[in-house]
């Protein structure tokens, strides 16, 4: 996602000044593609960018990336913006963001509701938050990485819809993988139960995105089932933290855990239906 999203404001004129990654080779690669600079240390990207747009995994990642001690993003950040789009926990937004003011920076959460593809077209859905402020300085930058972009309000807000987002879809994604499965044990037509179910109360986004690579078993990886595990994760803490059960997501959580501890992590979200048709996959004993 980052790497796209950095070709994409290469090409809008952006100046990227630096580049990062935990696997130094990837930056050294794209830098000579941008012709960017890969910076050695958290702490040069701060120094050579003005803006700082971070992606990472979880947030383990994030308060790494943000530490207090060691190199850090930290580091002579007065002044500067970090626009931070990975899907994390809102508790951690917010440990950022008060470093950040410690640090006499901004930041703003620029959740994306989309995938590489619209990464690199300039077509990503964001849902942001933080103060004001940030998000105007942070606009002319946004506005060439998506189509549409949604101010959802203080800083914490934007991680809580976006867990809720990915919380969804993550069902919806189980239950479109059982429903196929069932039609293929019956032995209907998968082509044709897509088609009605796209005209039904059946159809979702899922559907249009995953549907057919359930039924060819395709899962180049776009949003991984690791990362649909840990997003899912994210929503039932904040379940739990308001005393409510939502059992379809605990439901889907487990068969995404379920996928992980199979080592089929790293396959697509969609790759779920590996645990649903008949005969595809035998558990590990």
Do not use: W
């Not at 700082?52 to 990642?61: F, L, N, Q, R, S």
């Not at 002044?79 to 930041?107: D, M």
């Not at 039932?236 to 501890?261: G, I």
């Amino acid at each position: 996602m980052g790497a796209n999203m950095a070709r994409r404001l290469k090409e809008s004129n952006f100046d990227v000044a630096a580049l990062y990654d935990v696997r130094p080779q990837a930056a050294i690669d794209l830098a000579k593609e941008l012709e960017s600079q890969a910076a050695a240390t958290l702490a040069e990207v701060t120094r050579l960018a003005d803006v700082i747009i971070t992606v990472v995994t979880d947030d383990t990642a994030m308060r790494r990336i943000f530490a207090t001690k060691g190199d850090s993003l930290l580091k002579n950040a007065q002044g500067k913006l970090f626009i931070n789009c990975a899907t994390i926990s809102p508790k951690v937004h917010l440990e950022v963001e008060k470093l950040a003011r410690k640090a006499k920076a901004q930041t703003l959460e620029a959740c994306m509701a989309s995938s590489i593809t619209q990464a690199r077209e300039g077509t990503l859905y964001l849902m942001c938050a933080g103060d004001s402020s940030a998000f105007d300085r942070a606009k002319p930058i946004l506005e060439k990485l998506s189509a549409s972009m949604r101010f959802v309000g203080k800083s914490g807000q934007a991680a809580v819809v976006k867990a809720l987002v990915n919380m969804v879809m993550n069902i919806n994604t189980a239950a479109l993988a059982e429903g196929l499965a069932l039609a293929q044990a019956a032995k209907l037509d998968l082509a044709m139960v897509r088609e009605i179910f796209s005209q039904t109360g059946a159809n979702s986004r899922v559907l249009q995105t995953d549907g057919e690579d359930m039924q060819n078993r395709e899962h180049s990886c776009f949003f991984s089932a690791a990362h649909a595990a840990k997003d899912s994760g994210i929503a039932l803490s904040l379940a739990k933290e308001k005393s409510l059960n939502l059992p379809l997501a605990a439901t889907t959580k487990k068969q995404y855990d379920r996928m992980v501890k199979e080592g089929l992590g790293e396959l697509d979200k969609s790759g779920i239906a590996e645990l649903t048709f008949k005969g595809r996959h035998r558990s590990k004993r």
